[in-house]
């Protein structure tokens, strides 16, 4: 019987409920250090001494490693611009200027907070506006002396990181012949992963090589840089990956586990670091805050003949990703809703600010959000209803994105509004005194980074999956890759087991990002699963006097097709085959290949295309207090496309996950800064939502089989989060009968707008 | 740290007139164990008296109402008499953090940890909450106003535990509330928690009034200002008083330092209303 579409048990599921589970920070080591950060406690200034001696006071304590202890070059993702320690100066609070090694981890974290730093402090670059203002202090005076990965022109200039052009031309022309200029501008804040489990690093070091064990969402990411700040072979490094709790993009890049082995090195001994709660806030790749300026030339008719759009985002101290998601505008303004054109320029920029970086739905949420109250915007501008407008607008099948991509599959998006009205009318839905309704649609890529998998047939007949693809949660390795693989061979998906992450045992995995595991991993497994069963039947068919041919295989038996009684178990196969021709295996690689497009679309893009696109309709439904101006998320409908389905209860899962933190972004949680510092400090002032925050999601999910994924299957997991932000303002906004235009929207600002609409 | 565990009142008695300053009181648990994780308390003994029989019930005491220190905050939310009695308590209990923390935390803990914004304390004030302190020189009772005495700060000696609350129940034709505005559903200090008592006489002119406020200042108090300006008035004719009585409310929020000074002003006026309509209807309601 085919397990796809069904929803078997999780294979971590029981260790995890049972409190079995080994996750990273369980970690220990016979003999093992400990080590502990001591950080900048200022946003920016000249680093003049270090003094170790108040640390080494401590008892346990063994030695304070400074900048002149490690390597002194920078390095980056896509920018060369991080020190493994701060030198000279420092950028951010919370950047790392000493190294506290300690017999314990208590003495580790004493000695952290013991060292005496020696900061004359200077002013900072807090905001991307003062960043760019005339005359701003440069975050970094030698940026122009940073390396870029490969060598790519990504429009870097002072404090600007990275920028990202898409003009046409034709905007001024497009502006004259409008009947009216809608527009706004949108201001978010940065928005904390706030994963359970804090980051940590257990490294050793034997016979010339590191070992890291580690809970990470990309191995083989980690394994490079920890290989590029050590200045070593890729090769001497080897990651392990354990559980992971929790990482929402946190923990895609190095964090503690260079410096951890390091210090193996160093004392010949294991050396385990971890964040405290602190920490993991200062250091924590943050979505970044961003300020989205977008004005459309719009015709009485309702075309939309131009929009421009200027974005200015916060890269922190620190480049990390920032430049590549900077090509992201591209795949929101002007590719979901007709435009005749469209000019897009985004800046990524320096501040004396922790680095932001990967969370969920990158940029994603800000961007739908300004894309989408744009809509309503122009609707009301044109006294039409909002939903009727977005479909009249919305672009058709063969239209093409702002690279050039066309949009084969769009249409989905029509359904979709479809779908939705169908389970709540638009024309009922929100109605009342301070009550809204907010729609906000999207398409979002699937990660085609490249993926490996080996399948391996065991001798008694069950499957084993050899890869570094990583459960991060979503269950896309813990169930959707064991279906994958038992639809594939013929076994129950109980039959199939898959490895933890391997970086020396496993082909190149990209990781957990961007819903890519289901399909680029799924498909490698599909394809490599493929070649053991046509082993398996070779070998089936000599044993049974049969024509491979004319075989099938069910729940682990190969039989002749309509001749039930004439079958070898697949347990029976594996042994024979094991000693006469030796035993079936089989890899496979995948990755998936970039879309067509126009490459001279835009410069600085490092994100060419949008692969393996999905279709998102979100609709959601407030209340108003009009006393508190505390916003009540009534209902709320999420209606997506992902292709198909291998395990439905996991897909609604990650819906209504994605939702909840969507709906912190929007209305609840606060990652303010002060002079550069940030101001919440402790999940106490951060503001999560809690399960009674949040109702219970309605999901609707669309299949459209795409013929590259594995049975159909597209991404899921990442995407839910995108346009939540986008449907709750547009409801708020339509309940109060005022803009909404920052997030996130606190009942002040609700109290704020009523007032100003009264 | 030495960790004490006392089986009745004498016990706790003596060891805390044996540690003084040194002894830390222990009963739920939900301030005292965070405060002791993040450092900021250190005390030489925790002594734990959630294990004492007879600091646990609740009663009335010729017509007056009595709770013992160690009744949870669930059981407040859940118990008949209370909701009956004291219905602002009953909603004031099932408003504190979560149904988790409501399980262990106790009333003792709420009152002598007398935090800016414990929900309980507004509606221990309005129905004119007595304390008994027991120490091993005796007894003393202590209206809850006058031990208040700031931001964590209270009259309790450093010998002394809390024993009990009396409580003057609802008349009546009399009605009372709680009404929270936090920033979460659940697990969210007060921005500001209001209750209110209101008395009707037969007329209809309203002649007993009793508000208090967590939130609004060091600590929760009794707004006298803002009582006078309903005392006397008719129930019935002019619902516009609500109003300036808010407004008084409003600008009795203290210090403008204290975060979300600004927010908690502004909703207290609506918040005030909410409260007094639903007050004024019950009473209406039941009188009809």
């Not at chain 1, 066309?406 to 989905?412: C, D, G, H, Y």
């Not at chain 1, 995995?509 to 082993?535: K, P």
Request: glycine share 10%.
């Amino acid at each position: 019987m085919s397990a796809l579409g069904t929803s078997p048990e999780r294979s971590d599921a029981d260790a995890k409920l049972r409190g079995q589970a080994v996750y990273g920070a369980d970690l220990s080591k016979t003999g093992m250090l400990w080590a502990a950060l001591a950080r900048s406690p200022v946003a920016a200034g000249h680093l003049r001494a270090i003094d170790p001696v108040p640390a080494l006071r401590i008892d346990g304590v063994l030695e304070v490693v400074t900048a002149a202890d490690v390597p002194d070059w920078r390095t980056g993702v896509i920018v060369s611009d991080t020190p493994m320690l701060a030198a000279d100066y420092v950028a951010y609070e919370g950047e790392p200027v000493a190294i506290v090694v300690a017999e314990s981890r208590a003495a580790a974290e004493a000695g952290a907070r013991s060292v005496a730093v020696d900061i004359e402090p200077v002013e900072p670059v807090s905001t991307p506006e003062q960043a760019l203002a005339p005359g701003a202090r440069l975050v970094h005076p030698e940026w122009n002396r940073f390396a870029v990965a490969g060598g790519a022109d990504i429009g870097r200039n002072g404090n600007v990181v990275a920028e990202v052009v898409h003009d046409p031309g034709d905007l001024d022309e497009a502006f004259a012949a409008a009947d009216f200029v809608v527009e706004g501008t949108y201001r978010t804040l940065r928005q904390y992963q706030a994963h359970l489990e804090p980051k940590m690093a257990l490294a050793t070091y034997e016979s010339g090589r590191y070992t890291i064990e580690v809970s990470h969402q990309y191995p083989f990411r980690l394994r490079d840089r920890v290989a590029q700040i050590l200045g070593v072979a890729p090769s001497a490094v080897r990651v392990v990956g354990h559980h992971i709790g929790g990482g929402f993009g946190a923990k895609l890049d190095v964090s503690l586990e260079a410096f951890a082995a390091l210090l193996a090195q160093r004392y010949r001994r294991p050396v385990r670091m971890q964040h405290t709660a602190l920490e993991e806030r200062l250091a924590a790749p943050c979505r970044a805050n961003a300020i989205t300026a977008v004005r459309s030339a719009v015709r009485r008719d309702g075309t939309i003949l131009a929009t421009d759009v200027e974005i200015v985002s916060d890269s922190g101290a620190y480049a990390n990703n920032g430049p590549a998601l900077s090509s992201i505008p591209m795949f929101v303004f002007g590719s979901i809703y007709r435009v005749d054109t469209a000019r897009i320029w985004t800046r990524n920029v320096y501040t004396n600010t922790a680095p932001t970086g990967a969370y969920r739905g990158v940029n994603g949420p800000w961007l739908v959000f300004a894309n989408e109250r744009h809509m309503d915007a122009i609707a009301d501008a044109l006294g039409r209803d909002r939903r009727e407008f977005r479909l009249a607008s919305l672009a058709r099948d063969g239209d093409l994105m702002r690279n050039g991509q066309p949009l084969e599959q769009v249409s989905i998006l029509r359904e979709a509004f479809d779908r939705v009205d169908d389970l709540s009318g638009w024309q009922d839905a929100g109605a009342g005194e301070l009550r809204g309704v907010g729609q906000a649609a999207a398409i979002w890529l699937t990660n085609p980074m490249p993926g490996h998998a080996t399948v391996k047939l065991n001798e008694d007949g069950t499957a084993t999956v050899i890869t570094s693809a990583t459960e991060n949660g979503s269950g896309a390795v813990a169930t959707g890759l064991r279906q994958i693989a038992a639809e594939a061979l013929g076994l129950a998906t109980d039959q199939v087991t898959v490895t933890m992450p391997d970086t020396d045992a496993t082909g190149y995995d990209a990781g957990s990002q961007g819903s890519r595991t289901t399909h680029v991993v799924g498909r490698a497994i599909a394809d490599a699963s493929a070649e053991v069963r046509s082993q398996v039947l070779d070998q089936a068919s000599q044993m049974l006097e049969a024509a491979a041919e004319d075989l099938v295989i069910t729940d682990g038996v190969v039989s002749v097709a309509g001749v039930p009684t004439a079958s070898v178990t697949l347990g029976q196969v594996a042994q024979s085959v094991t000693w006469t021709e030796g035993p079936i295996a089989a890899g496979a690689s995948y990755v998936t290949p970039t879309p067509p497009h126009d490459p001279l679309c835009a410069t600085g893009m490092l994100i060419k295309g949008w692969p393996t696109p999905t279709y998102h309709l979100h609709q959601a439904e407030v209340s108003v207090d009009a006393v508190t101006g505390h916003v009540t998320v009534d209902r709320y409908i999420v209606c997506q496309e992902v292709g198909r389905a291998i395990h439905p209860d996991a897909i609604t899962g990650q819906i209504q996950g994605g939702v909840a933190q969507g709906l912190g972004f929007a209305l609840s949680e606060r990652v303010d800064l002060d002079h550069g510092r940030y101001v919440q400090r402790t999940f106490k002032q951060h503001g999560l939502p809690l399960a009674a925050d949040v109702p219970r999601v309605e999901a609707i999910v669309m299949e459209h089989a795409d013929p590259a994924g594995p049975f159909g299957a597209k991404g899921a997991a990442e995407p839910p989060v995108v346009p939540v932000a986008a449907a709750v303002a547009n409801a708020v906004a339509d309940a109060i009968g005022a803009p909404i235009d920052s997030l996130p929207i606190r009942p002040e600002d609700v109290l704020d707008a009523l007032e100003r609409t009264q | 740290m030495r960790f004490c565990r006392v089986r009745s009142v004498a016990e706790a008695v003596d060891e805390l007139s044996r540690w003084g300053t040194e002894g830390r009181i222990l009963a739920g648990g939900t301030d005292v164990m965070p405060q002791y994780l993040r450092g900021e308390q250190s005390p030489a003994v925790l002594i734990d008296i959630s294990g004492i029989d007879g600091l646990g019930g609740i009663s009335d005491v010729g017509g007056v109402t009595s709770i013992g220190a160690l009744v949870t905050m669930r059981r407040l939310a859940t118990a008949s008499l209370i909701a009956l009695r004291h219905p602002a308590l009953s909603q004031a209990a099932a408003a504190v953090g979560a149904w988790q923390t409501q399980t262990v935390a106790t009333l003792g803990g709420n009152i002598c940890t007398a935090a800016a914004t414990a929900d309980t304390l507004p509606a221990l004030l309005i129905a004119d909450a007595q304390l008994t302190l027991v120490s091993k020189s005796g007894r003393r009772r202590i209206g809850l106003e006058d031990f208040l005495a700031g931001s964590g700060a209270t009259a309790l000696r450093p010998t002394e535990l809390l024993r009990a609350v009396e409580l003057e129940p609802l008349g009546e034709r009399s009605s009372e509330g709680y009404l929270k505005v936090a920033r979460r559903s659940a697990m969210d200090l007060a921005v500001v928690g209001l209750a209110l008592r209101l008395d009707v006489a037969p007329s209809g002119v309203i002649d007993g009034v009793r508000i208090a406020m967590c939130g609004g200042d060091q600590s929760a108090h009794r707004v006298s200002a803002a009582e006078s300006a309903l005392l006397g008035t008719r129930l019935s004719d002019d619902p516009g008083a609500f109003g300036e009585v808010g407004a008084v409310l409003a600008d009795a929020v203290g210090s403008a330092a204290l975060p979300e000074a600004q927010y908690r002003r502004r909703v207290l006026p609506g918040l005030f209303d909410r409260l007094a309509r639903r007050c004024a209807g019950e009473i209406a309601g039941a009188g009809a």
